[in-house]
């Protein structure tokens, strides 16, 4: 049986949607990379704002200490809104790699299934190949036989011991 163009329009089809899953892992990823960096972002604008308070303690800038403590409060805030959306960003990481792995699996079972279907055909075509070749030969022996009779298969040539006992009653033997 070779193999079917639905087959190998199955494999096309999974080796697509194989990598539309990669694309779209792909893309959570580098969303999620944007959601930490500005997540370490925020940790950063903290510590400026909390420099910044530092600062204003020793040289007693009122306007200074307000505005670093707006920088941690809207960082801290900041910080506060990433952490879900970051949660939820590794988890849609999680599925669709989760997917992804599954359609290369399938892909893979499609593949296999192909080729074990061409060595299935492989070996058939070569067993036909064989069976001419036997049935040529054979008809070869027929013709050569020329009695009209069909060529002896192998199962109907005669063993050791008959061939001895017929060549024995045509053949001289030690008499005594």
């Known amino acids: 049986m070779a193999v079917s163009r639905t087959l190998r329009r199955l494999l096309r089809v999974r080796e697509l949607e194989e990598e539309q899953c990669h694309l779209a892992l792909e893309s959570a990823q580098g969303g999620l990379a944007r959601l930490e960096r500005a997540l370490a972002g925020t940790v950063e604008r903290a510590r400026g704002g909390r420099r910044l308070v530092e600062a204003s303690a020793r040289t007693g800038e009122l306007a200074d200490r307000f505005a670093g403590l707006e920088e941690s409060i809207g960082a801290e805030r900041l910080a506060q809104v990433l ?51 036997d049935d040529w030969h054979r008809s070869r022996q027929f013709r050569r036989a020329g009695n009209g009779s069909p060529a002896q298969s192998s199962d109907d040539l005669p063993t050791g011991r008959e061939a001895s006992a017929a060549e024995g009653d045509e053949s001289p033997g030690p008499e005594t």
């Open 83 to 133: 952490s879900p959306r970051i949660e939820a960003a590794q988890e849609e990481v999680i599925l669709l790699r989760e997917e992804f792995l599954a359609k290369r699996v399938e892909v893979r079972q499609a593949e296999t299934l192909i080729g074990e279907t061409e060595a299935q055909d492989a070996v058939e075509a070569a067993r036909r190949g064989q069976q001419a070749l």
